[in-house]
């Protein structure tokens, strides 16, 4: 920049000493060239001193506060460039979390994981809806609030083409799967909740339970003690026409209980829940 400055101050200079011996049309054409560099030069030092600062780069906070979500979240199995595998999801209280779409369709399931789990617990099972042509987006849920994230799944999953929604839910994602079905509009087209406790760190299934009136299935082990009581309990609140509880015998828990439900959950998925015995 000084060396710039110099340059043209130098030239400046030699061009007034000289202009004397120029004929006068010449003079006053290199007069408005010397008005022209004068104003160039006024410009390039106060540019120089701080005058006129460049711009600063702009700060994008959401931006960033998405970045670090996908870099922090609990979820291995999306591999090392998460920025392409993974999308954030906002709830209306500019809570963040993440989700991993997998598959396509018009049928789409949002997949809540158990307590001590992360999104990564439900890739399997998504993996293998993909092949019957329906779409998963298991998301990562924290808190007593993380129902609410389900309900931002929802709302991607509508804008993104599903003509069809369906929640399932492992153990505490079982309570957070009904909590957010008893919420999102228009309702879901189905409900499925594993293992699910009838309370969870302040929400009540039983009163979410209580409002559902679409498709639900409802399993537990038989041998899982309060969970199974707890199965019972909300099948029982549930109004829906179109309920099922499943009570394998086993004691196996939440997404465990998939390998117990392979021959159910297909019919539940494919809009048939209508023709399955209420209690098996």
Same mark, same amino acid.
């Given at each position: 920049?000084?060396?710039?400055?110099?340059?043209?101050?130098?030239?400046?200079?030699?061009?007034?000493?000289?202009?004397?011996?120029?004929?006068?049309?010449?003079?006053?054409?290199?007069?408005?060239?010397?008005?022209?560099?004068?104003?160039?030069?006024?410009?390039?030092?106060?540019?120089?001193?701080?005058?006129?600062?460049?711009?600063?780069?702009?700060?994008?906070?959401?931006?960033?506060?998405?970045?670090?979500?996908?870099? *922090? %979240?609990? #979820?291995?199995?999306? =591999?090392? /460039?998460?920025?392409?595998?993974?999308? +954030? $999801?906002?709830? @209306?209280?500019?809570?963040?979390?993440?989700?991993?779409?997998?598959?396509?369709?018009?049928?789409?399931?949002?997949?809540?994981?158990?307590?001590?789990?992360?999104?990564?617990?439900?890739?399997?099972?998504?993996?293998?809806?993909?092949?019957?042509?329906?779409?998963?987006?298991?998301?990562?849920?924290?808190?007593?609030?993380?129902?609410?994230?389900?309900?931002?799944?929802?709302?991607?999953?509508?804008?993104?083409?599903?003509?069809?929604?369906?929640?399932?839910?492992?153990?505490?994602?079982?309570?957070?799967?009904?909590?957010?079905?008893?919420?999102?509009?228009?309702?879901?087209?189905?409900?499925?909740?594993? *293992? %699910?406790? #009838?309370?969870?760190? =302040?929400? /009540?299934?039983?009163?979410?339970?209580? +409002? $559902?009136?679409? @498709?639900?299935?409802?399993?537990?082990?038989?041998?899982?003690?309060?969970?199974?009581?707890?199965?019972?309990?909300?099948?029982?609140?549930?109004?829906?026409?179109?309920?099922?509880?499943?009570?394998?015998?086993?004691?196996?828990?939440?997404?465990?209980?998939?390998?117990?439900?392979?021959?159910?959950?297909?019919?539940?998925?494919?809009?048939?829940?209508?023709?399955?015995?209420?209690?098996?």
């Amino acid at each position: 920049m000084n060396k710039t400055l110099d340059t043209l101050s130098r030239y400046s200079k030699e061009a007034l000493m000289s202009d004397n011996a120029r004929p006068a049309p010449t003079r006053r054409l290199h007069m408005k060239r010397i008005i022209q560099l004068t104003a160039m030069l006024g410009a390039l030092a106060l540019s120089a001193c701080g005058g006129n600062p460049a711009p600063e780069p702009s700060f994008d906070a959401a931006a960033q506060a998405r970045t670090a979500k996908l870099a *922090s %979240a609990n #979820a291995d199995c999306a =591999g090392p /460039d998460r920025e392409k595998t993974l999308i +954030t $999801l906002e709830t @209306p209280d500019h809570e963040l979390t993440v989700g991993y779409p997998i598959g396509q369709g018009d049928t789409a399931v949002i997949l809540l994981h158990e307590a001590e789990a992360g999104l990564c617990q439900w890739v399997p099972y998504a993996q293998d809806l993909a092949t019957q042509n329906i779409r998963s987006l298991p998301i990562d849920i924290g808190d007593s609030t993380s129902w609410r994230y389900a309900v931002a799944a929802a709302t991607y999953l509508r804008n993104t083409g599903a003509k069809k929604l369906i929640i399932i839910g492992a153990s505490r994602g079982g309570t957070m799967a009904l909590q957010a079905a008893s919420q999102i509009q228009p309702p879901v087209d189905g409900v499925v909740t594993l *293992s %699910a406790p #009838a309370t969870y760190s =302040g929400v /009540d299934g039983r009163a979410a339970a209580k +409002t $559902l009136t679409m @498709p639900v299935l409802i399993a537990a082990g038989i041998r899982e003690g309060g969970f199974t009581e707890d199965a019972k309990t909300l099948y029982d609140l549930c109004p829906s026409s179109h309920k099922t509880l499943r009570l394998p015998g086993t004691s196996v828990h939440g997404v465990e209980l998939l390998f117990h439900l392979k021959e159910v959950l297909p019919i539940f998925l494919n809009s048939q829940a209508a023709t399955l015995p209420a209690v098996q």
